[in-house]
């Protein structure tokens, strides 16, 4: 069972419409992530949270809009995505953000997006 | 920019048999770490190995050790006795020290395929 679960699994949505995908961690971490996984391109960060503050936005369209409302918790909102957005959306959570980056990050099990 | 380079997109093995995945990364750092995660179909991703750049000694994890040359900025991953269950998606990941935590760069992966 893994410590960091992630819903929906998979999701299909117009380039008109608004939805979110949701993570949750259990394992009492302070820190929390979003990645983008696409076909052709490696692992990309797109947001970190700490302590519910966010702390890095590598250049991600406003199109995606995170949400941390507590340290267990973090949202994507989605909204008039476009095709090329279609990919493996994975959360992950480390124990701490800053100071020694040898802290374990540990991901979930993703959401599948498809935008039509 | 760092930058990590796993050269091999698909490799197979037989079961039981001796697997080694190449990876290699660009840095001026002299402190950072790095990191093999495995992909298995269920898409999670699960770290399988860390080092740390100021340790000589390689790590090991059970049938897991790594080839770390610091040197040459080389970072393999040699995999004993191998299992079905190793079947999967394998990325090399490097951190830097004391850098924004979660800012892991990934290679493009390799896919392994043990055979029985």
């Known amino acids: 069972e893994t410590g960091v679960t992630q819903t929906p699994r998979h999701l299909v949505m117009g380039m008109t419409n608004k939805k979110s995908l949701k993570c949750e961690q259990h394992l009492g971490h302070n820190a929390m992530y979003w990645y983008k996984q696409s076909a052709k391109k490696p692992l990309e960060l797109m947001f970190v949270?700490?302590?519910?503050?966010?702390?890095e936005n590598n250049s991600v369209p406003s199109r995606f809009s995170p949400e941390c409302p507590n340290s267990s918790h973090l949202f994507l909102h989605l909204h008039t995505l476009q095709p090329e957005d279609s990919a493996l959306y994975l959360c992950?959570?480390?124990?701490?953000?800053?100071?020694?980056?040898?802290?374990?990050?540990?991901f979930g099990e993703g959401s599948w997006l498809t935008v039509v | 920019a760092q930058t990590v380079t796993q050269s091999q997109p698909e490799m197979s093995v037989q079961e039981a048999e001796t697997v080694t995945l190449s990876c290699t990364y660009d840095t001026s750092e002299n402190n950072y770490y790095l990191f093999w995660y495995k992909q298995p179909p269920s898409r999670q991703m699960i770290l399988v190995i860390r080092q740390e750049a100021y340790k000589q000694q390689n790590a090991t994890e059970n049938r897991f050790s790594v080839n770390f040359q610091k040197a040459a900025k080389s970072f393999s991953l040699k995999i004993s006795d191998s299992q079905l269950g190793d079947t999967a998606m394998y990325f090399c990941a490097f951190s830097n020290y004391g850098g924004s935590q979660g800012n892991l760069i990934f290679g493009k992966g390799t896919k392994l395929s043990v055979k029985p």
């Open positions: 992950a959570s480390s124990q701490d953000s800053v100071g020694h980056s040898g802290n374990t990050i540990y």
């Open positions: 949270y700490s302590l519910e503050e966010r702390v």
